[in-house]
């Protein structure tokens, strides 16, 4: 073992994991065989340093998460060991051993490296055998292929609705899904259980006291008395907490609302005030109000745009701040702004549309599918990044074809049925194999 401390930053050995050469030969610190298929995609969010690795110790195979350190011991000092984010990595990839036998073995596997290059700047994502594929095709031919791939993923979502709606109904389905999309990834959870809760109380209290219950039983509604508040948000804090003492149920735990340094604008308040103003505009029959709104609309265009419209909300207090005691800087926005309001369409409003229509056993006359095929593009998220740097050489390129929001969820297709399930292990991929 040495003691020798880490003289190199973690940048230059992330790079090196992310660049090893995956037909070397390697052995683990205990000396085990290692064979590596997939060094897995750099994480540039929290949690482990590289996700959906595929590796062999011992002739195993193991996929799961690769993490990367200076010194052996920076797992413990960063408080990894009791972190359930860091409970699915397969490989401890260090510079330097220096822990203690006892130690060692309360850790995943090891591989000792160096750094491989002086670029702290290099590429994050490698590009996958299927790069030299695309780049021999005609933009409009691999549009054409993730256009299908997307109207696919299309039907596949509104045939997972459709079943939950038999299921709870049409209309608290989708209400449901508004409310979990408002969660965004980190709070997807916290958002249905709100939901569950706002659904327990009898539905004459929902409509008239929806604010008040949101906000109460989310726990961040502060006391008054004690918060350091603006005078507008006092007011609004005092009126909020008079109706929810009233009529709420009892006391229970607070939800547990994640923050991890997101954007201030995506606060787990502000996503609470868009759920206000969607229940607000919409109550309890979003798809009849919306479907009633755009059925005499003939273009699809025309019909994407108005959906879009009446789903970017804005809320006369919440606009301005980002929590009860900080106002967000520079001017307000839309608590639910046209971004978010067009992934609510992509991802809720229309496949919930195409499935409430074979529910009522009456034929899509919005052309829901129609309307889908022609929106504008999603906000680029992990998969499409890492999409675009795997099956692209040239960056340009990529931004050319990849537009429109059926383009880009046939990217999702394809990549989480393909790139995913094989954990970017080219030489197993069925379509790289198929080409």
């Given at each position: 073992?040495?003691?020798?401390?880490?003289?190199?930053?973690e940048?230059?050995l992330?790079?090196?994991?992310?660049k090893?050469?995956?037909?070397?030969?390697?052995?683990?610190e205990?000396?085990?065989?290692?064979?590596?298929?997939?060094?897995?995609?750099?994480?540039?969010?929290?949690?482990?340093d590289?996700?959906?690795?595929?590796?062999?110790?011992?002739?195993?195979?193991?996929t799961?998460?690769?993490?990367?350190?200076?010194?052996?011991?920076?797992?413990?000092?960063?408080?990894?060991?009791?972190?359930?984010?860091?409970?699915?990595?397969?490989?401890?990839?260090?510079?330097?051993?220096?822990?203690?036998?006892?130690?060692?073995?309360?850790?995943?596997p090891?591989?000792?490296?160096?750094?491989?290059?002086?670029?702290?700047?290099?590429?994050?994502?490698?590009?996958?055998?299927?790069?030299?594929?695309?780049?021999r095709?005609?933009a409009?031919?691999?549009?054409s292929?993730?256009?299908?791939?997307?109207?696919?993923?299309?039907?596949?979502?509104?045939?997972?609705?459709?079943?939950?709606?038999?299921?709870?109904?049409?209309?608290q389905?989708?209400?449901?899904?508004?409310?979990?999309?408002?969660?965004?990834?980190k709070?997807?959870?916290?958002?249905?259980?709100?939901?569950?809760?706002?659904c327990?109380y009898?539905?004459?209290?929902?409509?008239?006291?929806?604010?008040?219950?949101?906000?109460?039983?989310?726990?961040?509604?502060?006391?008054?008395?004690?918060?350091?508040?603006?005078?507008?948000?006092?007011r609004?804090s005092?009126?909020?907490?008079?109706?929810?003492w009233?009529?709420?149920?009892?006391?229970?735990?607070?939800i547990?609302?994640?923050?991890?340094?997101?954007?201030?604008?995506?606060?787990?308040e502000?996503?609470i005030?868009?759920?206000v103003?969607?229940?607000?505009?919409f109550g309890?029959?979003?798809?009849?109000?919306?479907?009633?709104?755009?059925?005499?609309?003939a273009?699809?265009e025309?019909?994407g745009?108005?959906?879009?419209k009446?789903?970017?909300?804005n809320?006369?207090?919440?606009?301005k701040?980002?929590?009860?005691?900080?106002?967000?800087?520079p001017?307000?926005?839309?608590?639910?702004?046209a971004?978010s309001?067009?992934?609510?369409?992509?991802?809720?409003?229309?496949?919930?549309?195409?499935?409430?229509?074979?529910?009522?056993?009456?034929?899509?006359?919005?052309?829901?599918?129609?309307?889908?095929?022609?929106?504008?593009?999603?906000?680029?998220?992990?998969?499409?990044?890492v999409?675009a740097?795997r099956?692209?050489?040239?960056?340009?390129?990529?931004?050319?074809?990849?537009?429109g929001?059926?383009?880009?969820?046939?990217?999702?297709?394809l990549?989480?049925?393909f790139?995913?399930?094989c954990?970017?292990?080219?030489?197993?991929?069925?379509?790289?194999?198929?080409?």
């Amino acid at each position: 073992m040495t003691t020798e401390k880490c003289r190199t930053g973690e940048i230059l050995l992330q790079n090196a994991w992310n660049k090893i050469d995956i037909n070397g030969e390697y052995l683990t610190e205990d000396g085990r065989p290692l064979r590596i298929f997939s060094p897995g995609t750099w994480n540039v969010e929290s949690g482990p340093d590289f996700s959906n690795a595929k590796i062999s110790i011992d002739g195993k195979i193991l996929t799961g998460d690769v993490e990367v350190h200076g010194n052996s011991s920076d797992w413990f000092n960063h408080r990894h060991d009791r972190d359930s984010a860091y409970d699915n990595v397969i490989l401890h990839v260090v510079e330097y051993e220096d822990l203690p036998a006892h130690r060692r073995e309360l850790l995943p596997p090891a591989l000792l490296i160096k750094p491989a290059s002086a670029d702290a700047n290099a590429e994050k994502i490698n590009s996958g055998r299927c790069a030299g594929y695309f780049s021999r095709l005609e933009a409009s031919r691999i549009r054409s292929m993730l256009t299908a791939a997307g109207m696919e993923r299309f039907y596949l979502k509104s045939g997972r609705i459709l079943r939950q709606m038999l299921l709870a109904g049409a209309e608290q389905t989708c209400l449901r899904l508004m409310f979990e999309a408002a969660g965004y990834k980190k709070n997807r959870e916290c958002f249905l259980e709100l939901f569950n809760r706002f659904c327990e109380y009898p539905a004459d209290i929902r409509k008239e006291f929806f604010e008040a219950i949101l906000w109460g039983e989310s726990g961040l509604l502060p006391d008054p008395a004690v918060a350091i508040l603006s005078e507008e948000m006092r007011r609004f804090s005092e009126n909020t907490w008079r109706q929810w003492w009233k009529i709420r149920i009892g006391s229970r735990p607070g939800i547990d609302w994640r923050r991890n340094g997101g954007r201030p604008v995506n606060s787990p308040e502000r996503r609470i005030a868009a759920v206000v103003s969607l229940y607000r505009s919409f109550g309890e029959t979003p798809l009849r109000t919306l479907y009633a709104h755009i059925a005499g609309i003939a273009s699809p265009e025309a019909a994407g745009r108005e959906l879009v419209k009446m789903l970017t909300l804005n809320d006369v207090l919440w606009d301005k701040y980002t929590s009860f005691e900080v106002v967000k800087k520079p001017g307000p926005g839309a608590v639910l702004g046209a971004d978010s309001a067009l992934e609510t369409v992509v991802n809720v409003v229309l496949p919930g549309m195409t499935a409430a229509a074979k529910i009522d056993g009456r034929a899509d006359d919005v052309h829901a599918a129609a309307i889908w095929n022609v929106l504008p593009s999603t906000q680029d998220n992990r998969i499409t990044r890492v999409a675009a740097a795997r099956w692209f050489r040239d960056k340009t390129a990529a931004d050319q074809v990849l537009t429109g929001a059926a383009v880009r969820q046939g990217v999702i297709h394809l990549f989480q049925e393909f790139c995913d399930k094989c954990h970017t292990d080219c030489n197993s991929c069925l379509i790289y194999n198929s080409i």
